[in-house]
């Protein structure tokens, strides 16, 4: 029997590679290094180097693999939200782990992995991929979430992630099952090849709707977003960052390609289009609503995550290019601003320590007007303040919605983005507004220094990061142009 | 009736039960060494549904992999756990007609799916061709493996990997 | 070449704005007054070296746009960021920075005694100012100007009420010969100053917004080139009315007749801030804008009528009311805005070379007189009452010679550089309509009268107040030196813009002429008007002895005769009274405007808004922060809740699509 070698395009997938290859070589080295945050340095070169050949590839042709993948410009934009939000991470866990005793080489490899996951998400075209890339990204976000063994509250955050996750899992293989039982195949092109142009399938719809489901929960949309304020604020911050960003976009990605790719006949794409409005609707002002009362303001963004996963869903709900043109744009200004503002709170944290309360915010203005600043960028630019760079995410959403005749939609997320101005600004009040909250030390064996306001931690790399993320927010804001422009470069493939 | 349907009819109820019936006792059953064992039953019905399908590959995985290896590795992860062997629980509290609710209502959704949905029915050709063989099948699947599924493959391989270093880390965090 | 860096010239003040803004505070006085002063330097060899460059250029392709970024982009609607460097932005770049940076200069002395905080903020400030400015005559469209327009408002605003914890000011009364005392208005405190600066401001700007919307609607651009280029093929009512809205303005910004009231009233702020307002930045963006936009006005008679009008009453008019005027500042704040009505009605008779003439060799002596004021005002523990000083000249040499030298080019007097500028003005006045010549001239010869009665009754004579002779002192060189430089332009800065009859170039015509090239009959060559020698010489002459007459006449009236103004403001007591009241205008304005607005907006602030609107939006906060709490307690915390809670989802997702 002749052994036919196929020929494999391992181009397609070379970022998603190379930052696999860097995490095993994190494992590598974590025998021989002893300062682990070598490896952490290690795995921000392989993320520029992936961040690079990812540029490199957009003017290129797409390329497929197999039919399972594909390096379209969507994919390669999506490599850059997820390599960003994974540079960030890591210069801020760097630092943080270094600071609460958590610095194991692990952590960089397992931060690495979940990102390649992200990234064949959002390049997959075929159902199987997707999952497996789905199950790379959870399993390593599952045991990053509980790396903070030695506090409960992280414990308990992976255990709950972990098992609603798993029932997330399930309802997504339960919706590729249906459907590759509706059509026969799991590629999303052959699917939507067979649902085109007849009436819709009774069972390829419960299908979209358990995959819908499985998503759903992925990027915290309401009903699915329960998890999320707990693991939010279980986590190491450094972890939070990079999920709440991450898992999201990955979601994000996945999901629009297969409604597109998949579902997108005419006999589907209203059905879902009407079915991502209401949850939109349903999860922006859920997610507003619960943060407006949050003390701790690693809670208060896990809420706000969920109102900004109901602001791409009404991109998503435009079910047209220029929707996905305005989901590209929110979600690589969302890891700006978002990595930057966990970054202020990690940076806020006291040794021994796993959340700020509003109260470290106080009059952070007078003892470090520079981390102050910067957090009222991200608050602002979360808000959706012009001229930040959230002002345009929400902008391009929003006009997509106009423009598919869904103007409610557009006005609910307006109405919505005011309500959200209360809890951000809160946290601007805090820092200009208030004296420094005199500290209390809370831990044993903490010496009693009562009068001076708690020290604030900025060490290089967090500061790098803060510095970073504050500068695209800012010029990306005030120059929209280009990244606008590639945004319309990168259609889906 | 000819006479095979009848057979046909009570060896489908037969597996039926023991899936059913498998599956209940995993829920119910307050030892959960014994819900595990329920489990192996319940895993030995499907292997039924199989063989009775003429699907006799997927039978043979089912039979490997479900119970040869994931329900043994339970039985171990439960026996290496000596807290677990030992303790009788109740599975309910009174919130159990909750979860019966809920479970009816998903039973509800996907019977009305099932129902509803036309079921291709493949030809009696198709059926006896000899590429269902499971020889054939298996060949094939090796070439699909290497071809065009390599990705999905080789990527198994890393969520196997990622796994594993979770549970060296969650297994070295609980000497530490 | 530097100029196709021109943005320098703004980046330079706005680094140091933003250095001294974000630090200036922490590192003192030192660095504040090397950072502020420097950056506008840096700025003005920028303008300097991009002007040599126009230079090489042929004259024809003297225009560099430098675009920096496409900044909106909405539709069809286009506005880049991008700078216009033309010999007319640049000759307004190097007046603004040139003056600008001796006013720098002069304010480290000058504030020496605020504390680091606020010489820190007002030097901030300053650069701001200049930021503005530059940003407004740089523009290469209406929309960028527009912005460099409205950043101004907002610093005259943020420096005029500078010092904003200060009341009101009240005048002494003037006790007239027959006992009778006539009540002077109290100077406005600092804080209600710049409110009103900027308020009668945006009545302006209104009118300028409007006419930019109106351009947009026309021609479908706001870039100058585009507009002008297209200007001729516009129906000329719809070019009078931009013109108009347009001028409305510059009426605002350059204090001309009826939004100069503002003006006046902005001398509580710092007396820098004073010099930079009416020399260098702020009131000549009208004449600016105007010069700018020429190609319109050229296709507008009515409109430039309408200019060349309101500018010669308006100049008529200040002087009349600069006569009494008691508080130094005052007279030169009121003579600012009769020079501001020269300037205009330059520009009114198509004279747009001749505005700009004028507006340079007002920025040198304008700066010059109220840096010398404010010297004196250093020198007397912030006393401007010229009822009060007298003898000065012996105590302040340097402050009192540059002082006469800034009053002698104010009042024309012959040779000095305000001299031949307004002469320049009031020949091409009179080519277009002896009227108006009479007036400006009549104008000149109460210029030169209230001119040096400030200056007898300030610095001549003997001390009225011996306390506060005694107290007062030089100022220092850091102030008196900028002095000395800004005399020596004011003296001889009427090189710029010879008559042709004296068989010389005009140096600032033939300079500016590539910008202006596209009118007929302007520039070098054509500086030569329909006027013959012997007329000119003729008017030239007349301008001189006019000049002469009302210093004269002031030297008579309060020198010689110091007894006869008191009889004169019996005689005519009801024409001082309204002289000393400025014509009741400002009572005026109250009465209709400012009284009628305060109430309605005490009535939408407590009724409206206080009773109604507060009542629902926070009885509707109340409620969405309750139901956030709400939501949040469903947040149990317990695995099972959530996962019912997602089967229920589930649920109902897979319901809908199977349903729907």
């Not at chain 1, 494992?27 to 392989?46: H, P, Q, S």
């Not at chain 2, 269902?132 to 990527?155: C, H, K, M, T």
Request: net charge neutral.
């Amino acid at each position: 029997m002749p052994i036919e070698i196929p020929t494999l395009n391992f181009i397609a997938l070379a970022p998603p590679l190379i930052v696999i290859g860097t995490a095993l070589l994190v494992l590598l080295f974590d025998l021989a290094v002893t300062d682990k945050r070598v490896l952490g340095y290690l795995g921000l070169v392989g993320v520029v180097i992936a961040a690079g050949v990812s540029i490199a590839m957009g003017p290129r042709p797409a390329t497929t693999f197999q039919a399972m993948a594909i390096s379209d410009g969507y994919a390669l934009f999506f490599n850059l939200v997820f390599l960003a939000t994974a540079g960030l991470s890591i210069l801020i866990a760097i630092d943080y782990l270094e600071r609460h005793d958590l610095q194991r080489g692990e952590y960089y490899a397992l931060l690495l992995f979940s990102a390649s996951g992200m990234m064949l998400m959002a390049a997959a075209t075929d159902l199987i991929v997707v999952f497996l890339g789905l199950e790379i990204m959870s399993v390593a976000l599952y045991i990053l979430a509980g790396f903070n063994w030695r506090q409960l509250a992280s414990a308990e955050a992976a255990m709950k992630y972990f098992i609603l996750g798993a029932f997330a899992s399930a309802f997504f293989l339960y919706g590729a099952a249906l459907t590759y039982g509706a059509t026969g195949t799991t590629n999303l092109n052959q699917i939507g090849l067979w649902l085109s142009g007849g009436n819709s399938d009774p069972m390829a719809l419960v299908g979209l709707g358990l995959l819908l489901a499985g998503f759903a929960f992925k990027v915290a949309a309401v009903p699915f977003q329960w998890w999320t304020p707990d693991v939010y604020q279980g986590a190491p911050t450094s972890v939070t960052a990079f999920m709440s960003v991450g898992a999201k976009g990955a979601g994000f990605a996945a999901l629009i390609r297969v409604l597109r790719s998949g579902f997108g006949d005419s006999a589907y794409s209203a059905d879902w289009a009407l079915a991502a409005a209401v949850l939109a609707v349903l999860t922006m002002t859920f997610g507003n609503l619960a943060a407006l009362p949050q003390k701790d303001v690693k809670r208060m963004l896990g809420y706000s995550s969920i109102a900004h996963a109901g602001y791409i869903l009404v991109g998503v709900a435009a079910a047209s290019e220029s929707g996905v043109r305005g989901v590209l744009f929110y979600l690589l200004a969302y890891a700006f601003m978002n990595v930057g503002a966990f970054a202020v709170a990690s940076a806020l944290e006291r040794r021994g320590e796993f959340s700020t309360t509003q109260r470290d915010y106080a009059g952070l203005s007078q003892r470090e007007p520079l981390l102050a600043v910067a957090m009222t960028v991200f608050m602002l630019s979360l808000t959706g303040m012009p001229p930040l760079v959230g002002f345009w995410g929400k902008l391009f959403v929003f006009r997509a919605a106009v423009e598919a005749g869904m103007s409610w939609l557009a006005i609910v997320g307006v109405i919505n983005s005011a309500v959200s101005a209360f809890y951000y600004l809160g946290v601007v009040v805090q820092m200009y507004m208030r004296a420094p909250a005199e500290y209390s030390p809370r831990l044993v064996g903490e010496e009693s220094d009562a009068k001076k306001p708690a020290a604030v931690n900025l060490e290089v790399a967090i500061g790098t990061a803060v510095l970073l993320a504050m500068l695209l927010t800012v010029v990306l804001g005030l120059w929209p142009g280009p990244v606008a422009s590639l945004v319309t470069m990168m259609p889906l493939g | 009736m000819p006479v095979d349907q009848i057979v046909k009819t009570v060896v489908f109820v037969i597996f039926t039960v023991m899936t059913l019936g498998g599956g209940l006792g995993v829920v119910v059953s307050p030892r959960i060494f014994h819900s595990a064992l329920f489990l192996v039953l319940s895993f030995a019905g499907v292997v039924g549904y199989y063989v009775l399908l003429d699907a006799g590959f997927l039978a043979a995985v089912q039979l490997l992999i479900y119970i040869g290896a994931i329900a043994i590795l339970i039985l171990f992860a439960i026996m290496l756990s000596r807290g677990l062997m030992a303790e009788r629980q109740s599975q309910s509290n009174q919130q159990w007609w909750i979860a019966a609710l809920v479970a009816l209502l998903i039973f509800v959704v996907l019977a009305a799916v099932l129902w509803r949905v036309d079921w291709p029915v493949a030809s009696q050709q198709a059926l006896a061709s000899p590429s269902n063989a499971i020889s054939q099948e298996g060949s094939q699947l090796g070439r699909d493996l290497l071809g065009p599924y390599v990705i999905p493959f080789e990527v198994a391989s890393v969520l196997l990997l990622v796994a594993l270093i979770g549970a060296v880390i969650l297994a070295r965090e609980t000497e530490s | 070449m530097i100029i196709q860096s021109i943005w320098l010239a703004i980046a330079f003040p706005l680094a140091g704005l933003l250095f001294n803004g974000l630090l200036g505070r922490r590192l003192g006085r030192g660095v504040v007054g090397i950072v502020g002063p420097g950056t506008v330097a840096l700025a003005f060899v920028v303008g300097l070296f991009a002007g040599l460059d126009l230079l090489a250029l042929p004259a024809q392709d003297r225009a560099i746009v430098v675009t920096l970024w496409n900044w909106i982009s909405v539709g069809s609607f286009r506005a880049g960021m991008s700078l216009l460097a033309d010999p007319l932005s640049v000759l307004m770049v190097l007046v603004v920075t040139g003056v600008g940076f001796l006013i720098h200069v002069y304010s480290i002395g000058y504030m020496e005694h605020e504390e680091d905080r606020l010489y820190a903020r007002f030097f901030t400030f300053l650069n701001l100012f200049i930021v503005s400015m530059l940003i407004l005559v740089l523009a290469d469209n209406y929309l960028l100007m527009y912005v460099g327009w409205e950043l101004v408002g907002v610093c005259s605003y943020l420096l005029i009420g500078f010092w904003f914890r200060r009341g009101d000011d009240p005048q002494d009364p003037v006790r007239l010969k027959d006992g009778e005392l006539v009540p002077v208005p109290a100077n406005l405190n600092p804080a209600d100053s710049g409110k009103k600066a900027f308020i009668v401001n945006r009545v302006g700007d209104f009118g300028f917004a409007l006419g930019v919307f109106l351009i947009w609607t026309t021609f479908g651009t706001l870039n100058f080139a585009d507009v002008f280029g297209a200007a001729p093929e516009i129906a000329s009512g719809t070019v009078t009315v931009i013109t108009l809205l347009l001028f409305v303005g510059a009426v605002g910004k350059s204090a001309q007749l009826p939004l100069y009231v503002w003006l006046p009233d902005a001398m509580a702020g710092p007396t820098p801030v004073s010099a930079l307002i009416h020399a260098a930045t702020m009131v000549t963006a009208g004449v600016y804008m105007v010069a700018r936009s020429h190609a319109l006005y050229a296709l507008a008679p009515t409109t430039s009528l309408v200019v060349a009008l309101v500018g010669v009453i308006t100049a008529l008019y200040a002087a009349t009311i600069a006569l009494v005027q008691t508080d130094l500042k005052r007279v030169l704040a009121y003579s600012t805005i009769s020079q501001l009505g020269y300037m205009f009605l330059a520009v009114g008779v198509g004279a747009y070379a001749s505005g700009m003439f004028h507006l340079t060799t007002h920025a040198f002596f304008k700066a010059l007189l109220f840096l010398a004021a404010g010297s004196v005002m250093h020198a007397l523990g912030d006393v401007i009452d010229i009822r009060r000083m007298g003898g000065l000249r012996q105590k302040m040499p340097r402050t009192y010679w540059t002082f006469v030298i800034g009053a002698l080019a104010l009042a024309g007097f012959p040779l000095t550089s305000g001299f031949f500028s307004k002469d320049e003005i009031l020949a091409k006045a009179f080519e277009f309509s002896p009227i108006l010549w009479a007036l400006g001239l009549l104008t000149a010869l109460l210029t030169g009268f209230y001119t040096f009665r400030a200056l007898f009754v300030a610095f001549w004579g003997s001390a009225r107040d011996q306390e506060l002779f005694d107290h007062a002192h030089e100022s220092p060189g850091v102030m008196t030196w900028p002095l000395i430089l800004l005399a020596g332009l004011a003296l001889f800065g009427g090189i710029l813009g010879l008559p042709q009859i004296l068989g010389v170039d005009h140096a600032l015509a033939g300079w500016l002429h590539p910008a202006f090239a596209d009118l007929e009959g302007e520039g070098a060559e054509a500086i030569h008007h329909g006027l013959s020698a012997g007329l000119e010489w003729g008017l030239l002459g007349l301008s001189s002895v006019i000049a002469l007459l009302g210093i004269g006449l002031a030297y008579w009236f309060y020198v010689a005769n110091p007894g006869w103004p008191a009889d004169l403001a019996v005689r005519f007591k009801s024409v001082f009274k309204l002289l000393v009241n400025k014509y009741y205008v400002d009572d005026l304005y109250d009465l209709l405007f400012v009284d009628p607005g305060k109430a309605l907006a005490r009535f939408c602030a407590q009724g409206i808004d206080n009773a109604a609107i507060d009542g629902i939006i926070d009885g509707g906060a109340r409620l969405i922060v309750q139901g956030g709490a709400w939501l949040g307690r469903l947040q149990t915390g317990f695995i099972r809740h959530y996962a019912l809670a997602m089967f229920l989802g589930v649920i109902v997702v897979v319901a809908y699509f199977f349903l729907r």
